[in-house]
């Protein structure tokens, strides 16, 4: 379902961000955005001079290798287009982020080490959405390899230990009560009863 009809109005500026998850051969994963934003005018910047419509203001690549248990092995940071000739020297430093491990705090993290000037806040700001690209590129390979560690487990006559699923609470779907958390992990009824 589309939103509402807009009132009349005119375009000023357009973000588009792609946001692309990869396997790679050597068994790591990319995770990999880029942000471009141009205006519908033309206007003047102070080291670039004019800037037509529909020329990038900002042009930026982000990848992040991760494992499969999203601790970060390597990030690279590169500017085509940038306001000022100063910022691509921001780029270096999100190699900071190699032995961060996306999960809780992880925002906090990125602050820590790429914040305010160590850092580029267009690049910073599309780390969050990398880490929930990250979270469904791999969804599919660790849900795999949980269900058949469990099922190896029953196999063997043990009961698969049931913890906290990291995902419970994160939004409306997976409340603890709701009708699609308690069909994914129907012993939730029981803990919930002894609470």
Known sequence: MPLSSPEPRELLHLRDIQLRGYHRADGLFDIEAHLVDTKSYPFENDDRGAIEPGDPLHGMWLRLTVREDL??????AASDHTPYSICPQ???NFGRLAGLRIGPGFNRAVNERVGGVHGCT???EVLGQMATV???TLYPIRARKEREEA???MAAGGVPERKRPSMLGSCLAYA????VSLARWPWLKETATTE
């Open 122 to 124: 267009h690049l910073r």
């Open 176 to 179: 603890p009560d709701s009708p």
């Open 134 to 136: 990250a979270y469904q």
């Open 90 to 92: 921001a780029a270096p």
């Open 151 to 153: 099922a190896r487990i």
């Open 71 to 76: 601790e970060i092995v390597a990030c690279e």
